[in-house]
């Protein structure tokens, strides 16, 4: 079984779309899909109600996630990390001991976009409309990851 563990910052808005639209299009039973945030000021809850909104739109329920913080046994744990931006790919390195788990964390568009290191903006403090934008980066990079998995099988 494949491990994938979708990381942003407080694991309510961007990771869990991730979490949802990567779990929603993979055999459940071959890969496995977390996420979780490089802080701790969520812990326990719900994805935020705009990221609920926008993947209920898109046909996918993510009410049965509750965030949690990244913690240093999940390099053991997980296959691959995808982190939503530099700052938490900055944050996850830190906790890495070995370059074989600096090599696990890659940012996510990187997937669609290869070494332009481009970032999924944080839609928190913005509109709903940001959490549509977010959704359909995070939905063709996620395609991108099906592809690779596929092909490496």
């Known amino acids: 079984m494949i491990r994938i563990l979708m990381v942003c910052l407080g694991n309510i808005c961007r990771s869990p ?3 949802g639209i990567l779990e929603s299009k993979v055999d459940s039973s071959k890969i496995f899909v977390d996420s979780a945030g490089t802080s701790g ?9 705009r990221s609920i909104d926008v993947a209920n739109k898109n046909g ?19 296959d691959i990390i995808y982190v939503m931006d530099k700052s938490n790919y900055q944050n996850v390195i830190s906790l890495a001991n070995t370059k074989s788990q600096v090599d696990k964390v890659r940012l996510i568009l990187n997937e669609l976009y290869p070494n332009e290191n481009k970032e999924v903006p944080d839609p928190y403090y913005g509109g709903a409309s940001g959490f549509d934008d977010v959704f359909e980066m995070l939905d063709k990079s996620c395609d991108v990851i099906i592809s690779k998995l596929e092909n490496n099988e």
């Open 17 to 19: 779309l991730a979490h």
């Open 41 to 49: 000021y969520h812990s326990g809850e719900l994805p935020d109600s």
């Open 60 to 78: 996918i329920d993510i009410t049965e996630q509750r965030s949690r913080k990244f913690r240093e046994e999940d390099f053991e744990k997980f």
